[in-house]
């Protein structure tokens, strides 16, 4: 197996190979406003770390959130078309669970990232691979009380100190860890799910109200 691992789920654009036993080569750049740039030689760079070509590949595992519109539909859509060139697989997991993942905690603990606007997606664990709550999307006042002690990780838990007191990093995911969670889950025989998006809200670009079409005469 030669799985190709991505995620643009957060201003990190990461990417990771993982032969089944181990992640081979690994990449990550913080730029949140440059996930279409960086992604694709971000590949280039870790196939020529591993000494293979993207026609080795074969499957690719993308994380599908929760994230900002724009910078996740890069992953995935850079994963389908992988996919759909290659002939094979595209997976998706949480982008939370591969934060999560990383930790290698063993109790509860909270994952939380930046959703900006004041908001953070966020989600409950009971160990490292073990969520207990679907990804949201709140402001931190409001969920205060759902994680008030418990350890956190995550960019959107360091953010806001008031309702995490308990945050440390990792801040960002890595494809690393997506890989090697997954590779874990494929070698287990789980089916992974498919590579549909965790948006949980609508996109910051909207067509502006009033707007008014012109129509040629």
């Not at 070509?53 to 996740?72: E, F, H, K, N, S």
């Not at 759902?146 to 995490?164: Q, S």
Request: charged residues 20%; proline residues 8%; negative net charge.
């Amino acid at each position: 197996m030669l799985l190709l691992a991505l995620d643009t789920a957060t201003p990190a654009v990461t990417v990771a190979l993982h032969d089944g036993t181990a992640v081979v080569a690994s990449s990550s750049q913080v730029d949140a406003r440059r996930h279409g740039e960086l992604l694709l030689p971000a590949v280039d760079r870790v196939l020529a770390e591993a000494g293979t070509r993207l026609d080795a590949v074969t499957a690719v595992v993308v994380g599908t959130g929760p994230g900002p519109y724009t910078g996740l539909r890069v992953g995935l859509m850079t994963a389908d078309t992988f996919g759909l060139a290659l002939g094979v697989p595209v997976h998706g997991l949480c982008t939370l669970d591969a934060l999560a993942f990383a930790t290698d905690l063993d109790g509860p603990f909270v994952v939380a990232t930046d959703a900006r606007r004041k908001e953070v997606y966020w989600a409950r664990y009971a160990d490292s691979r073990t969520r207990v709550t679907e990804p949201a999307v709140d402001r931190p006042a409001d969920i205060a009380d759902e994680v008030a002690g418990l350890p956190a990780v995550g960019a959107g838990a360091l953010l806001y100190p008031d309702t995490f007191s308990e945050a440390h990093g990792p801040e960002h995911v890595s494809a690393a860890a997506l890989a090697s969670l997954a590779a874990g889950r494929l070698a287990a025989g789980e089916e992974l799910p498919a590579p549909r998006p965790l948006y949980l809200r609508r996109p910051d670009a909207q067509v502006p109200k009033n707007y008014k079409v012109v129509t040629p005469k």
